[in-house]
């Protein structure tokens, strides 16, 4: 990437809380970068430090080492109401006694502008945000997505070069976080504002984002598209973390430029791309989806099936008794192949099983 792409440069950040003893490690030399109008996620579980990297970049934290960059400006030399940069936070916190066109608008005035042009901006974003409708209505009178649009419309008002998003959409119900997911995504693409998502859903992450960063511990442990983290993972937090998976402690049978042949529980060989593992023993991660389950095959046996619509989970246990799971789509007018306590087989297409680092 040019360096005149890129809007966000995260370098060597460290935050420590606290001091002697006591104190807290939150971030460890965590760099990045974010790429001008690029929709980007922050993804991991709750205490990963995602939240605490994201108040760094919006002011409200300062730094224990590194540095973070806006095209490449030093964020540090700038207070936060200095920065180019908005927030939108999980909890949207409205002024109760505001209109929705009041409250949108109350940026704009706070930097001076005229009346005339705030209006105007105002009118845009309520626009954007699909509330023509609603402007002169309270907080009260809004329901929760209605409330989010509100807080999203306000945070865009000024132009900011990069929106920071906070797990905004934690509070929906499941039906309104899909709809605001599509709607973030038009809106950010209309804006062209680089876009900073903070999750723990990775199913948020890989629908929204063109690029994550996937942090654990106050660490990064992988950077890249939604599909690179999903099929390569790099190690077993992420694997584990980004979807579902099973893990085989494997032997390598052979181990030459070709690629390496491994075999897993059952005795079953698979190819497995990944790290060159240097010992006879690794550990491998193959997905639900990635196996078949048959009449021909490793033998296994069938202990629960879970309906889930789209497809089938199935349960599955070999013969030494190692838990297999497998996911099967589910066609119209289809019975289920296998029920509970019906013996069957599994196999593994080419390119299914993966080498994770550590």
Avoid at 141 to 162: M, N, Y
Wanted: charged share 20%; with cysteine; hydrophobic share 40%.
């Amino acid at each position: 990437m040019k360096r005149s792409e890129i809007a966000v440069e995260i370098a060597g950040v460290d935050k420590v809380f606290g001091t002697g003893p006591g104190q807290s490690v939150a971030l460890d030399n965590i760099s990045f970068t974010v790429a001008d109008n690029e929709f980007f996620t922050l993804l991991g579980p709750s205490g990963c430090g995602k939240t605490t990297l994201l108040r760094i970049m919006a002011g409200f934290e300062s730094l224990s080492g590194g540095d973070v960059l806006l095209f490449g400006t030093r964020l540090a030399d700038l207070p936060p109401n200095k920065r180019p940069i908005n927030t939108v936070f999980q909890n949207y916190a409205l002024f109760p006694h505001l209109s929705v066109a009041e409250y949108i608008g109350c940026g704009r005035r706070m930097l001076g502008q005229g009346r005339a042009e705030s209006e105007a901006r105002v009118a845009e974003m309520l626009r954007l945000v699909q509330l023509d409708a609603m402007a002169g209505r309270k907080p009260a009178q809004l329901s929760g997505g209605q409330q989010q649009r509100v807080a999203l419309a306000r945070a865009l008002a000024p132009a900011p070069k990069v929106l920071l998003l906070d797990e905004p959409l934690s509070a929906l119900d499941l039906k309104l976080r899909q709809q605001m997911r599509i709607e973030l995504q038009q809106i950010q693409e209309e804006t062209g504002i680089t876009f900073i998502f903070v999750t723990h859903d990775q199913e948020e992450a890989v629908a929204m984002a063109v690029r994550s960063a996937v942090m654990s511990a106050g660490r990064r442990q992988q950077f890249g598209s939604a599909e690179e983290i999903y099929e390569t993972p790099r190690n077993r937090f992420v694997a584990d973390f980004i979807g579902e998976t099973n893990f085989f402690e494997a032997a390598v049978v052979s181990n030459t430029g070709a690629g390496t042949r491994v075999r897993i529980a059952g005795g079953l060989e698979v190819d497995a791309a990944g790290p060159r593992p240097d010992g006879a023993k690794t550990m491998i991660s193959i997905r639900p989806e990635r196996f078949d389950l048959g009449v021909e095959g490793l033998p296994c046996t069938v202990d629960k099936l879970v309906y889930l619509g789209t497809d089938t989970h199935y349960h599955v246990r070999l013969s030494d008794g190692t838990p297999v799971m497998v996911r099967a789509q589910n066609h119209l007018g289809a019975a289920h192949a296998f029920a509970p306590g019906d013996s069957a087989a599994l196999s593994v297409g080419p390119g299914a099983a993966r080498v994770l680092a550590d």
